[in-house]
């Protein structure tokens, strides 16, 4: 597992998060040592997220990403993640992300004080728009056909740290342009596509309070969309082009039970 630790008074709005500490850790699951990220955020955040456990808009005190093995088709992934967090001390309302993606090679990046922190395995490469298979399919009905078909974890996952409050349409925003700068950094790593079709993406802003209004705007134009925009582009791009490199060397070899070096600290993403 891999902490992200903050003090608890928080950051002071326009400067790095203190105290952010990389750790990782593991679990055995299926047969193998898999490893998980997590946020350890506490109280003062709100996020914004598609996850499968916490998804949706409201505050939120921690951020969890679960490596699966691949072909992964539990029909409860929120449970298991929800089991997963309890198991890792985690109390409270959180948002939960999973991927087959390996979580120890994250990337992360700092600009202006927002982090990103990114997972990605590019093994199903697709464009958002793509023509109707069948071409016959009435308007929504391939939303009802997926809605009993098993969960698929996410391959590129973004978690985006914002040190301001911002109003709930700019979290949104936010939101927004964190997948807008995933699309131009694939572009940019060589990639012909949008994405996968089970990304996911968090984005966690502070609560306001006396003394930190919240900021309306989020797009790549405003002050923290712009900063958020540079810090998901560099760390998905990164991510992008170590996913090619591992993919060129073949399947890494597993083992079946922790091992010392699956747990220790990383350090921090330097600043840009």
């Not at 597993?254 to 840009?272: E, N, S």
Request: net charge neutral; proline share 10%.
């Amino acid at each position: 597992m891999t902490l992200l630790r903050e003090e608890a008074r928080g950051p002071e709005e326009g400067c790095p998060p203190p105290g952010v500490v990389v750790e990782r850790s593991c679990r055995t699951e299926d047969g193998a040592c898999r490893h998980l990220l997590v946020w350890r955020a506490g109280p003062g955040w709100r996020m914004v997220s598609s996850a499968v456990l916490g998804g949706g808009l409201g505050e939120r005190h921690w951020v969890v990403n679960a490596q699966v093995r691949a072909g992964y088709a539990r029909m409860d992934p929120d449970r298991h993640l929800a089991r997963l967090a309890a198991a890792h001390g985690l109390a409270g309302e959180g948002v939960g992300l999973m991927t087959a993606a390996e979580v120890d090679d994250v990337t992360r990046a700092v600009d202006g004080g927002v982090t990103a922190v990114v997972t990605s395995g590019i093994g199903v490469p697709v464009w958002a728009a793509a023509p109707d298979p069948t071409g016959t399919a009435p308007a929504g009905a391939s939303a009802r056909a997926g809605s009993a078909a098993p969960y698929v974890p996410g391959t590129v996952n973004i978690l985006a740290v914002v040190p301001a409050a911002v109003t709930d349409a700019g979290l949104v925003n936010l939101a927004t342009t964190a997948a807008e700068a995933k699309v131009q950094a694939l572009l940019d790593a060589g990639y012909d596509c949008s994405g996968t079709p089970s990304d996911a993406v968090c984005v966690a802003v502070r609560t306001p309070g006396p003394g930190r209004p919240a900021e309306p705007f989020g797009g790549p134009r405003s002050l923290w969309g712009a900063r958020l925009a540079r810090a998901v582009h560099r760390a998905v791009r990164e991510g992008a082009e170590r996913d090619r490199e591992r993919r060129a060397a073949g399947p890494a070899p597993g083992h079946p039970a922790p091992l010392p070096g699956c747990r220790g600290v990383l350090p921090p993403a330097g600043p840009r």
